[in-house]
Nanobody
């Protein structure tokens, strides 16, 4: 069992930056691929970014490439997403997820076994 707790959300103006953190419980964090998803009001949850177990590979949705950076610290059981140049359309609840075995695609929600409760990010124009 893995428990995930997100933090770092808030209200910022367009163009600002935020760094979200996701702290994981347990001693097997390094065994999991990690990802961030988001869900805006009235929309389905969508993929944002993912990182492999060893940080060797990262994956991004097209709409965040060049603005967001995902990273992880296995010693701290934590995954991060640095979000720069935020836009009002980035407003959403951001969730982190952990997947023990990614079979097909890091961007598919079905690949992930555990989810956090989410943290709200609001970007004002």
């Amino acid at each position: 069992q893995v428990q995930l707790v997100e933090s770092g959300g808030g209200l910022v103006q367009a163009g600002a930056s935020l760094r979200l953190s996701c702290a994981a419980s347990g001693r097997t964090f390094s065994s999991y691929a990690m990802a961030w998803f988001r869900q805006a009001p009235g929309k389905e949850r969508e993929f944002v970014a993912a990182i492999s177990r060893s940080s060797g590979s990262t994956y991004y949705a097209d709409f965040v490439k060049g603005r967001f950076t995902i990273s992880r610290d296995n010693a701290k059981n934590t995954v991060y997403v640095q979000m720069n140049s935020l836009k009002p359309e980035d407003t959403a609840v951001y969730y982190c997820a952990a997947g023990l075995r990614i079979r097909f695609s890091h961007s598919s929600q079905d690949e992930y076994d555990y989810w956090g409760q989410g943290t709200q990010v609001t970007v004002s124009s």
